[in-house]
């Protein structure tokens, strides 16, 4: 935080921090402090800059707060913003979420044949699209060791993790292309694809290091674009 913030002076109430896109929650009850959930500890360690107040963990930005601070997924957060979800993945969680990166979201709409303004138009269809990519619950890659479908707050919609032969990991058939991106309330698993229901990769993707291998097969954008203009119809 930059200011000197005395135990005493502590409120209930959202405080800036350092990270451009973050916030402590703080919360005063009588002399006990919390800080996004977490007790303070050891308050008021004076420093010749400042005031130390210690805490028994690590404090990480939340889902939201990560995206925000990487230009790969500008998209992602203005699609968030205009779905209204930010409340909900700013919450406890924990959660799961697969995010697809700008360029994800560029060949997505060329497969849909739509601009960014025509999605965010249908904010319902672009809530479900978005949900479908958070899984409740914190899974890292390592908890991933054989096919299994989970539940995603796209209600009645699941997605399919995977282990590849090669060691990496899947979602519906394609490569994760980073994983285990830490956050307060989940993890980040970084995606090549924006994901969309009833579509999956080409069984020849095992385990891609990108979404580039599904776009080689001929089927694979036409399959995309008419499930996921089916989905925005199913939504609308």
Do not use: W
Not at 73 to 96: E, I, M, Q, R, W
Not at 144 to 173: H, M, P, Q, R, S
């Amino acid at each position: 935080v930059g200011a000197k913030v005395m135990a005493a002076a502590v409120t209930t109430g959202e405080q800036a921090s350092l990270l451009a896109t973050g916030k402590l929650s703080l919360v005063k009850d009588g002399a006990a402090v919390t800080v996004d959930g977490t007790a303070v500890v050891g308050a008021d360690m004076q420093s010749g800059n400042g005031v130390v107040h210690s805490i028994g963990k690590v404090l990480l930005p939340n889902v939201v707060e990560v995206a925000k601070s990487s230009s790969d997924f500008t998209t992602l957060v203005s699609a968030v913003v205009k779905a209204n979800l930010v409340t909900d993945l700013t919450a406890a969680g924990p959660f799961t979420v697969f995010a697809p990166t700008n360029a994800a979201f560029t060949k997505y709409l060329g497969d849909v044949n739509k601009t960014f303004d025509e999605v965010k138009a249908d904010k319902d269809a672009l809530a479900a699209l978005l949900k479908y990519h958070v899984v409740s619950g914190k899974t890292m890659a390592s908890g991933i060791t054989a096919a299994a479908e989970v539940d995603t707050l796209f209600t009645g919609n699941k997605l399919t993790l995977d282990k590849a032969a090669t060691g990496g990991v899947t979602v519906n058939g394609y490569a994760v292309a980073t994983v285990d991106v830490l956050a307060g309330n989940g993890v980040i698993h970084v995606v090549d694809t924006v994901l969309a229901p009833g579509v999956s990769a080409p069984t020849t993707t095992v385990a891609p290091t990108t979404a580039a291998a599904a776009e080689a097969n001929g089927c694979a954008a036409a399959t995309m674009a008419a499930a996921a203009a089916a989905l925005v119809v199913r939504l609308a």
